[in-house]
């Protein structure tokens, strides 16, 4: 499985952006994806992850301003992002999974991609 993530670009604070991360190759044993960040500096933490079946699970710190979905039918997990902040700066990383959960912990996901930059200006 191949993940293809892209939609960074470089947006002012208060500004909305939407990454997408498109699934190739053995996209049949894909269930759970989400989406991680690594900001300058520091380690890659998760940001939002989305079950087959639609379950969506947020890191506290993106709640009620991103939203993760999917179109299973495209291969294709979403992140929209509003009211972003220059703590959003960061390279953000789709990941696959071969189970259908829910999860924050990076070891449970079996794929990734190659990282998208988002950097907000304040």
């Known amino acids: 499985v191949q993940l293809q993530a892209s939609g960074g670009g470089l947006v002012q604070a208060g500004d909305s952006l939407t990454l997408s991360c498109v699934a190739s190759g053995r996209t049949y044993s894909v269930y759970g994806m989400g989406w991680f960040r690594q900001a300058p500096g520091k380690e890659r933490e998760f940001v939002a992850t989305?079950?087959?079946?639609?379950?969506?699970y947020y890191a506290d710190s993106v709640k009620d301003r991103f939203t993760i979905s999917r179109d299973n039918a495209k291969n294709t997990v979403y992140l929209q992002m509003h009211s972003l902040k220059p703590e959003d700066t960061a390279v953000y990383y789709c990941?696959?999974?071969?189970?259908?959960?829910?999860?924050?912990?990076?070891?449970?996901?079996?794929?990734w991609g190659q990282g998208t930059l988002v950097t907000v200006s304040s």
């Open positions: 990941a696959a999974a071969n189970t259908n959960w829910v999860s924050t912990r990076q070891c449970d996901y079996d794929y």
């Open positions: 989305i079950s087959w079946r639609i379950t969506t």
